[in-house]
């Protein structure tokens, strides 16, 4: 599908809901990612999303998981201890990648100040992805296109979205992590790509693999994780410099192919020496990327 490119400007999904005082970088970033994009990107727009609704969430995840999560007397969040603030933030953070490809599908970009998505399967949440909002955007996008393409270059595999999509036919897989935390099995070469890269040097022709397998798609989910930088977590020489170029290459690929795109945060940690500040500077670079 080509998109009409749009004159608006970026809008980006965020509330204050996303963010709790403590806990895993997961649920705490995205308050300071935020910032930066007020500071440093004033000409995009941040909006607060519709939470999601369990309703829309049992066409992603079993009732019975749901049922654990939601429980009424504190449920289950692979997040951290269950409490209210916790789950309004799975919930907005969640939302806010299905409201992020309703508005990518109207002005050809958007994104999400979202994390903690892709190791969340059918039936169980782990690796602080209680809910999986990328399997949800992508079957929201499918209800206006006909096949939607995930690249997920977080450093850890997406097992949990594969586990929820890669039977349909209708989405393609393209994942490119530098550890091997939650591998899954492409079983259909057509559709499914999942690649480890061991040395820096590789990693973004890896990147450019993955985007061709992902041509001919309709619509782009891209879970863009900072985790594969080397002292965001991931592989030591994997820099800004690599990461600002990855994010140049996944931009250019969609607007060379006209595929409306939309991102979420997903994975960055302090485990490699950046201080939180840092990793939040490191996932401007996408927002920076896609506001160009
Ligand atoms: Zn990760």
Request: hydrophobic fraction near 40%.
């Amino acid at each position: 599908m080509n998109t009409t490119p749009s004159r608006r400007a970026l809008r980006v999904h965020y509330s204050d809901d996303y963010a709790v005082e403590k806990g895993p970088e997961t649920v705490t970033k995205s308050r300071l990612v935020a910032e930066a994009v007020r500071r440093e990107l004033p000409q995009v727009r941040l909006v607060a999303p519709r939470p999601a609704e369990i309703e829309e969430l049992s066409r992603i995840h079993d009732r019975s998981y749901l049922d654990r999560v939601f429980g009424a007397q504190g449920g289950s969040l692979a997040v951290g201890t269950w409490s209210e603030p916790l789950l309004r933030s799975v919930l907005a953070s969640t939302g806010g990648v299905r409201d992020a490809v309703d508005e990518a599908l109207e002005s050809g970009r958007s994104g999400s100040l979202s994390s903690g998505l892709h190791h969340a399967g059918r039936s169980y949440g782990t690796g602080y992805c209680t809910l999986n909002g990328l399997a949800l955007g992508a079957l929201r996008a499918l209800e206006r296109v006909p096949e939607v393409g995930i690249l997920d270059l977080d450093a850890h595999f997406g097992g949990g979205t594969a586990d929820i999509l890669a039977a349909d036919g209708r989405v393609r897989l393209a994942d490119v992590s530098v550890v091997d935390f939650d591998l899954w099995n492409p079983s259909d070469p057509k559709r499914h790509l999942a690649e480890i890269v061991r040395q820096p040097g590789r990693y973004l022709r890896a990147v450019d693999r993955a985007l061709s397998h992902l041509k001919g798609v309709a619509f782009l989910l891209y879970n863009a994780g900072m985790d594969a930088h080397g002292r965001a977590g991931g592989l030591e020489g994997v820099d800004n410099e690599v990461i600002r170029e990855r994010e140049r290459r996944v931009v250019e690929w969609a607007q060379r192919h006209g595929v409306p795109a939309a991102f979420v945060l997903a994975g960055g940690y302090k485990w490699g020496g950046l201080t939180l500040e840092q990793v939040a500077e490191l996932h401007l670079e996408t927002v920076r990327a896609f506001a160009a």
